[in-house]
T-cell receptor, first 111, second 112 residues
Framework: QKEVEQNSGPLSVPEGAIASLNCTYS??????FFWYRQYSGKSPELIMS????GDKEDGRFTAQLNKASQYVSLLIRDSQPSDSATYLC???????????FGAGTRLFVKA | DVKVTQSSRYLVKRTGEKVFLECVQD?????MFWYRQDPGLGLRLIYF???????EKGDIPEGYSVSREKKERFSLILESASTNQTSMYLC???????????FGSGTRLTVV
């Protein structure tokens, strides 16, 4: 079992729809959770961080964390073609330097 | 705007060459990291440093070394480049352990 698992996609949604990206992790002591966006040929860019159970909203993005289920998700409202990218889920273990990345989900937003 | 700057965007080197990849950050971060990213393998940690002159091995340190003589600069060294080191190399920094990364723009290295 991979430490951080994501559906590789591609996930295709129409413009204006809600895109839902999901991630599960295996280490129960994980404490910090991140979503990165990576455009083709570019480096990852941090878009959301979440540390406690519940929802965290930032503009069109909402991160959701459920530690009991070891599940973190990213919702993108009013999806735009410019949101088309690979989204990487990443998890930090408690007290450590190590960040575990998922393989990423490719998102296509169709105009 | 905070920045992590990698000195080269594209590099082509010959097998056996010693290769230096440079990374500079302007955020006064203590923690700096080198990753490589390959299709199907994702991001893999090569080395990291949590302080000047300190270094720790990541998941795939073989064939690499690092140098951190100043807080803002973290260098990755390929001692004798091989074709299997052809990859995208990403430098990153972060302020605290629980924070996310700021990545540089990456260096696409091709070893021929």
């Amino acid at each position: 079992q991979k430490e951080v698992e994501q559906n590789s996609g591609p996930l295709s949604v129409p413009e204006g729809a809600i895109a839902s990206l999901n991630c599960t992790y295996s280490d129960r002591v994980s404490q910090s959770f991140f979503w990165y966006r990576q455009y083709s040929g570019k480096s990852p860019e941090l878009i959301m961080s979440i540390y406690s159970n519940g929802d965290k909203e930032d503009g069109r993005f909402t991160a959701q964390l459920n530690k009991a289920s070891q599940y973190v998700s990213l919702l993108i409202r009013d999806s735009q073609p410019s949101d088309s990218a690979t989204y990487l889920c990443a998890v930090n273990r408690a007290g450590g330097f190590k960040t575990i990345f998922g393989a990423g989900t490719r998102l296509f937003v169709k105009a | 705007d905070v920045k992590v700057t990698q000195s080269s965007r594209y590099l082509v080197k010959r097998t056996g060459e010693k290769v230096f990849l440079e990374c500079v950050q302007d955020m006064d971060h203590e923690n700096m990291f080198w990753y490589r990213q390959d299709p199907g393998l994702g991001l893999r940690l090569i080395y990291f440093s949590y302080d000047v002159k300190m270094k720790e091995k990541g998941d795939i340190p073989e064939g690499y070394s690092v140098s951190r003589e100043k807080k803002e600069r973290f260098s990755l060294i390929l001692e004798s480049a091989s074709t299997n080191q052809t990859s995208m190399y990403l430098c990153a920094s972060k302020g605290g352990l629980s924070y996310g990364y700021t990545f540089g723009s990456g260096t696409r290295l091709t070893v021929v």
